[in-house]
T-cell receptor, first 115, second 118 residues
């Protein structure tokens, strides 16, 4: 199974809501990533988990809160978002972050709209 | 710091014509290089990668890329474009251990949108 799954596919939320995005992989990868992607732009790195520990936080606002409950699951908790946070949120995984030759496997993304 | 430059935000070709998407990297040592494709409303998918085993790399869907150290380039080509190749293409480089200690995190180029005309 070389698939990364993400739920939900679409999410519309108000600025006072709390919601969560979910990502799952069963490839035995020990690195998992969250990216934010605006239309016609490259993915912007948000967080990196390595062996279930937060390894990199790209100065993301605290209204985004990542969580890695186990080696297969990655969540992104959302609270008090702003309209400018509307974007495609991509999850990715790779074997590890200690080898530059490791390609990333991406999920289909969650299209988030903040009203 | 690692970086890639993708020349041309849009490339337009006719169906059956040669596809050439350009990628140049900045590095003083051989990098790891990747090409990803993103179809509308989907995630990124790996087309091919360079890891120093061979300078000409063949990927999926008939794409290939050649690593040229002297030109610091890793251009993506396909001999004959198909309508289904219309998508966004990203070149990525992984080279320097990330500032936070020995991690390799790829850096993406800005992307090139491939348009295929019938």
């Amino acid at each position: 199974d070389t698939e990364v799954t993400q739920t939900p596919k679409h999410l519309v939320m108000g600025m006072t809501n709390k919601k969560s995005l979910k990502c799952e992989q069963h490839m035995g990868h020990r690195a998992m990533y969250w990216y934010k992607q605006k239309a016609k732009k490259p993915p912007e790195l948000m967080f990196v988990y390595s062996y279930e520990k937060l390894s990199i936080n790209e100065s993301v606002p605290s209204r985004f809160s990542p969580e890695c409950p186990n080696s297969s699951l990655l969540n992104l908790h959302l609270h008090a978002l702003q309209p400018e946070d509307s974007a495609l949120y991509l999850c990715a995984s790779s074997r590890s972050i200690t080898g530059g030759y490791n390609e990333q496997f991406f999920g289909p993304g969650t299209r988030l709209t903040v009203l | 710091a690692q970086s890639v430059t993708q020349l041309g935000s849009h490339v337009s070709v006719s169906e059956g014509a040669l596809v050439l998407l350009r990628c140049n990297y900045s590095s003083s040592v051989p990098p790891y290089l990747f090409w990803y494709v993103q179809y509308p409303n989907q995630g990124l998918q790996l087309l091919l990668k360079y890891t120093s085993a061979a300078t000409l790399v063949k990927g999926i869907n008939g794409f290939e890329a050649e690593f040229k150290k002297s030109e610091t380039s890793f251009h993506l080509t396909k001999p004959s474009a198909h309508m289904s190749d219309a998508a966004e293409y990203f070149c990525a480089v992984s080279l320097d251990p990330y500032p936070s200690g020995g991690s390799y995190i790829p850096t993406f180029g800005r992307g090139t949108s491939l348009i295929v005309h019938p």
